[in-house]
């Protein structure tokens, strides 16, 4: 069993940043892949960034390349989403996944309860 809790989201404007944080706790947490996804009311869930255990393996939604960054620490057992150039279109719940990387996407096992990220344009 995996715990997991997200914390960091809160109301931004456009063009503005925010940091989300993540704590897994368990035994096997730091053997396993983290990263986040998001979803707005009545849409799909949609990955957004992962990491593997060792942090040799990135990935991203093309919606986000090259403004949102995804770090681990696995000291702490921890994993961060920088997010920079916020668009009102970023504006969801995000939730934090751990379990495996196939496919370039995370297919989360344990999930956290989400943060709500709003950016106001």
């Known amino acids: 069993q995996v715990d997991v809790e997200e914390s960091g989201g809160g109301l931004v404007q456009a063009g503005g940043s925010l940091r989300l944080s993540c704590a897994a706790s368990?035994?096997?947490?730091?053997?396993?892949?983290m990263g986040w996804f998001r979803q707005t009311p009545g849409n799909e869930q949609e990955f957004i960034a992962a990491?593997?255990?060792?942090?040799?393996?990135?990935f991203y939604a093309d919606s986000v390349k090259d403004r949102f960054t995804i770090t681990r620490d696995n000291t702490k057992n921890t994993v961060d989403l920088q997010m920079n150039g916020l668009k009102p279109e970023d504006t969801a719940v995000y939730s934090c996944?751990?379990?495996?990387?196939?496919?370039?996407?995370?297919?989360?096992?344990?999930w956290g309860q989400g943060t709500q990220v709003t950016v106001s344009s």
């Open positions: 996944g751990v379990g495996f990387i196939s496919g370039k996407i995370l297919r989360a096992v344990y």
């Open positions: 990491i593997s255990s060792s942090g040799d393996n990135i």
């Open positions: 368990g035994q096997t947490a730091n053997s396993l892949s």
